[in-house]
């Protein structure tokens, strides 16, 4: 399925500055993954040694965070939305 | 209806002076730190228990401060809204100084701030504009610029990233409690840098005082971090009130161990903190490492029941 990832401004540098990345995923996981192919870097940022998403790393398929649907087996339709969102907003 | 009419309809503060609970802002405790004792047995280390300000946060000091300067130069007025960018505790305190003082406070706050920070501020009566999740306080920062440029007689905006009441409130109160806490025995102090407030004026505070003590600043380690109330400078707009020649060593720490040092203190010794505290105890760890022996104090921002959904 080919999605639309959408990427927090302090991860543009792996993505070349650009907002929004476009990838081909049956779910989230892979959706991910090619993320990284696209963008180099991007993964180390999201996942830990484990493998796992780091534990500030919130994910939204059309603004439903994924810890409430099937996380990273998410299964993804065309067209939609990723988004990439730390768990803090910078709360100062 | 004339100016003038309008005017005197309008309002009035209530009296700084009268509020009870502001009196309460400051002269938190001094928490003897026990985490780093094993490892480090001739280093003390002292926390400031900042949640015990009546908003919940070591920010009801600056909040409070740029809110006085601000009636006293006479820029906020009745009439007026406080207005500023905040994702959290700032944003609180100005809700709880403008609740008690019957000023109206609206805050830009980016979507993604945690459910505790949004109920609180709601519960205080502040009115809150969303800005993106995407762009993280530095978005807020910018659409609250924009609201106050398109109307700036209907706003007071204190601008805590470049106001030098912020830092001042440190320099005034933060350095002189810790100097009478430890009976001048501080030699070193660490802080979280957000705003930098907090680091630069109490270290500017320390200094004067006992121009020996150390500075140690503490950043998060890279721009894409989970550190609520701390800043990735060289990759965001960088603070007006920041000075880096205050601090005389940079600290990085990373999301991780600082969640982990936060949990750490909490379980261990009942200090129930929050995400920059654990990153201030990353930082006091490394200068224990160096020192081996000494008196450092730390600042802990707020509680940890503020990220309790995170």
């Given at each position: 399925m080919s999605v639309v990832v959408r990427i927090p401004t302090p991860l543009q540098e792996f993505s070349k500055n650009r907002e929004t990345v476009e990838v081909e995923g049956a779910n989230v996981k892979d959706a991910l993954a090619a993320l990284d192919t696209e963008c180099p870097g991007m993964k180390s940022r999201l996942y830990d040694e484990e493998g796992?998403?780091?534990?500030f790393v919130n994910i939204y398929v059309n603004q439903e965070d994924i810890r409430f649907l099937?996380?990273?087996?998410?299964s993804l339709n065309e067209n939609d939305e990723i988004s990439i969102i730390p768990a803090i907003a910078g709360g100062i | 209806m004339s100016r003038v009419e309008m005017e005197s309809s309008v309002k009035p503060f209530k009296d700084v002076d009268k509020s009870q609970i502001l009196?309460?802002?400051?002269?938190?405790p001094l928490l003897k730190v026990e985490l780093f004792r094993d490892e480090f047995p001739e280093v003390e280390v002292y926390g400031?228990?900042?949640?015990?300000?009546p908003g919940g946060s070591v920010k009801d000091r600056p909040a409070f401060n740029m809110v006085k300067e601000g009636i006293k130069s006479g820029?906020?007025?009745?009439?007026k809204v406080l207005l500023d960018s905040t994702s959290g505790n700032t944003g609180i305190a100005y809700a709880m100084v403008g609740a008690a003082l019957d000023i109206p406070v609206t805050l830009v706050i980016?979507?993604?701030?945690t459910s505790e920070r949004i109920e609180t501020l709601k519960g205080y009566g502040a009115d809150l504009i969303y800005s993106s999740p995407m762009e993280g306080s530095d978005g807020a920062q910018r659409l609250a610029r924009k609201l106050y440029e398109e109307n700036p007689d209907a706003y007071f905006m204190p601008c805590q990233y470049d106001n030098s009441f912020n830092p001042l409130a440190h320099e005034k109160t933060t350095a002189v409690e810790i100097l009478e806490q430890t009976d001048g025995r501080v030699e070193h102090f660490v802080a979280s840098l957000g705003t930098t407030g907090t680091l630069v004026g109490t270290g500017r505070g320390l200094k004067k005082n006992k121009p020996e003590v150390k500075v140690h600043a503490v950043m998060p380690?890279?721009?894409?971090?989970?550190?609520?109330?701390?800043?990735?400078?060289p990759s965001s707009i960088?603070?007006?009130?920041?000075?880096?020649?205050?601090?005389d060593n940079l600290i990085l720490a990373d999301t991780e161990s600082s969640y982990d040092f936060a949990e750490k203190i909490s379980r261990?010794?009942?200090?129930?903190?929050?995400h920059s505290a654990g990153a201030a105890l990353v930082g006091v760890r490394e200068v224990a490492k160096s020192i081996k022996k000494g008196v450092i104090v730390t600042i802990f921002?707020?509680?940890g029941d503020r990220y309790l959904s995170t």
């Open positions: 796992k998403l780091r534990r099937q996380g990273e087996e998410t | 009196k309460l802002i400051g002269n938190t400031k228990a900042e949640w015990f300000n820029a906020l007025r009745p009439g980016p979507e993604n701030a380690s890279e721009p894409f971090h989970g550190l609520e109330g701390m800043k990735h400078i960088r603070p007006g009130i920041y000075d880096d020649l205050v601090h261990e010794e009942g200090l129930f903190v929050g921002p707020d509680g």
